[in-house]
């Protein structure tokens, strides 16, 4: 049996304290096992021109045996030093 893994990713609003109630990604993305999503405190792209994230937090919801929803809150990286390692 297969498993659909959809993801989606909401900005963290410092303003309200919350995250923003829009998607940041336009389209559902998804993802072939649940070691392809992204763990709280990793960076990510979502296109090639657009900034870097860090993840806050995730929720996952399962519909059924064969359904997983994955809501990742994340927040801009103000400083791209942050991911560089030295």
Not at 19 to 30: G, S
Not at 62 to 79: D, G, H, M
């Amino acid at each position: 049996m297969t498993t659909t893994i959809t993801i989606q990713y909401q900005e963290w609003n410092e303003t309200t304290k919350r995250p923003d109630d829009c998607a940041l990604n336009e389209d559902n993305l998804t993802a072939q096992s649940i070691s392809d999503i992204p763990t709280v405190g990793d960076y990510v792209c979502l296109s090639v021109t657009d900034d870097a994230y860090k993840i806050r937090s995730r929720l996952f919801t399962y519909s059924s045996t064969s359904t997983i929803s994955v809501n990742l809150v994340v927040e801009k990286a103000n400083n791209f030093s942050e991911l560089l390692k030295e």
